[in-house]
């Protein structure tokens, strides 16, 4: 059961308040309040029905944010769109839910802005139910919320008791207390909740006079994605990131870096105090011996350079003597399983994730194909976007760190 200060799980969340035409609509308004009380950022979305129940001006009032009831507003999707709105959110909270949006969500119908944003978001949903208990015991109605939790929504009551109408039987929407504690429980299964972490992105750039430099071709898309995944599983992300045009994920401190050396500094200066490492950046596994104070000039028909290994990163931070839980990455182009393994092997890391380089995956793509190796196990995860893959990988990180943490007592540091 949830303690009183867990309800800091909802501090600093994300959260869309849908409001569908019931009777029980009157209570989204203390629901709102009570939200943002916790610390919430919360945003409300109604339905045209929604507002003959009560007014978007109590809600906007309430919410401090304007209230979004049309999908077809030009000057709403001109500030926020709907599919702005619907990356914006970390929940979904639809508070009452009316038969008739249950139906349109278990159908996919996306023809108001409130069944839209469901479709289009990929945080969780939940629902609260709310109905007279002849609609809510109909088998449409079930049927349609059984559809909707075999889909992993998360169906919030409904309450048995007396009802608007004056029948009695289950479909009062929950109290509030009861979807605040709900909503809080939700967040707190964020799987790496007041874990530290701490990942590397992109690549490195290694000078060899003051105009030109050796560098790779990692876009840093995946190592963003996954600090993405981990602020939104409620972890304390520090980013460290080479050269690369990505914008940084809400919630998350960013450390820019160049070299491959003052990579393995900021890491070092971190490393100590994270709880997981996850090294996604493509760091120069070589640096120029000697860096030209001026410009190199064109002369010889030939021209040699030396080469001198950069400090191993990854191989340092495994190395600690209370190490994080390490996660590298391997990019390869031929012998994947096999190289990935030896590497996790020679660096003493818990897990490593290899990924083919090709033309649909890996470097400077939106999609990638992992294989999740730790010592004793190996999971692939098919070809997908590099969000979805983060959000999975991340899922099973933590449920390693949580199986190292209960069988080795190791793995997390205290503050
Ligand atoms: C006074 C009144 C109360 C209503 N209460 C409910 C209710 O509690 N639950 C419900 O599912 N529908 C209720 N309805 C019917 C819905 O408002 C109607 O199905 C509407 O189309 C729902 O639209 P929406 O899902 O787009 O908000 C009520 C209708 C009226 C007139």
């Not at 639809?94 to 249950?102: G, T």
């Not at 009861?178 to 707190?188: D, K, R, V, W, Y």
């Not at 990692?218 to 995944?229: L, T, V």
């Not at 890996?362 to 959000?391: C, M, V, Y």
Request: glycine share 6%.
């Amino acid at each position: 059961m949830l303690q009183s200060g867990d309800m800091n799980t909802i501090y600093n969340k994300r959260i869309i308040v849908g409001i569908s035409g019931s009777i029980a609509a009157y209570k989204s308004a203390e629901l709102t309040r009570r939200l943002r009380d916790a610390g919430a950022d919360v945003r409300v979305v109604m339905t045209r029905s929604a507002t003959e129940f009560i007014t978007p001006l109590t809600l906007q009032a309430l919410s401090g944010k304007p209230v979004h009831t049309d999908l077809m507003d030009a000057d709403a999707e001109a500030a926020m769109g709907h599919i702005e709105l619907a990356r914006w959110a970390d929940l979904i909270l639809v508070a009452p839910a009316s038969a008739a949006f249950i139906a349109r969500l278990t159908s996919g119908d996306a023809s108001d802005l409130l069944s839209a944003l469901c479709l289009a978001c990929q945080a969780p949903i939940a629902i609260a139910p709310a109905m007279n208990q002849a609609m809510w015991s109909n088998a449409a109605t079930q049927a349609n919320i059984d559809t909707l939790k075999q889909r992993q929504l998360n169906i919030l009551g409904p309450a048995q008791g007396s009802q608007a109408c004056g029948e009695t039987g289950p479909g009062r929407m929950l109290e509030v207390e009861q979807l605040i504690t709900s909503c809080a429980e939700l967040f707190q299964s964020g799987v790496l909740a007041g874990r530290r972490v701490l990942i590397t992105a992109g690549p490195t750039r290694e000078p060899l006079d003051p105009v030109r430099y050796i560098s790779n071709r990692s876009s840093g898309k995946m190592g963003f994605a996954i600090a993405e995944a981990a602020a939104e599983a409620g972890a304390d992300v520090t980013l460290v990131a080479g050269p690369v045009l990505l914008n940084t994920p809400e919630r998350v401190t960013r450390v820019d870096v160049e070299t491959a050396s003052q990579m393995h500094q900021a890491v070092l200066e971190q490393a100590s105090a994270c709880d997981i490492f996850i090294a996604t950046a493509a760091v120069a596994d070589y640096r120029p011996g000697l860096q030209a104070v001026n410009k190199i000039k064109k002369q010889a028909e030939e021209m040699q350079l030396k080469l001198v290994k950069t400090q191993d990163i990854l191989a340092t931070v495994a190395a600690l003597e209370t190490p994080p839980f390490t996660v590298g990455f391997a990019a390869e182009t031929d012998r994947l399983l096999d190289y990935a393994r030896s590497k996790m092997e020679r660096k003493n890391l818990h897990m490593i994730v290899a990924n083919p380089v090709g033309p649909t995956q890996g470097f400077n793509q939106d999609t990638n194909e992992l294989d999740i190796l730790w010592p004793n196990g190996h999971i692939h995860l098919d070809l997908d976007s590099k969000k979805t893959l983060a959000r999975k990988l991340i899922t099973i990180i933590a449920e390693r760190t949580n199986a190292i943490d209960t069988t080795e007592n190791t793995g997390r540091k205290t503050r």
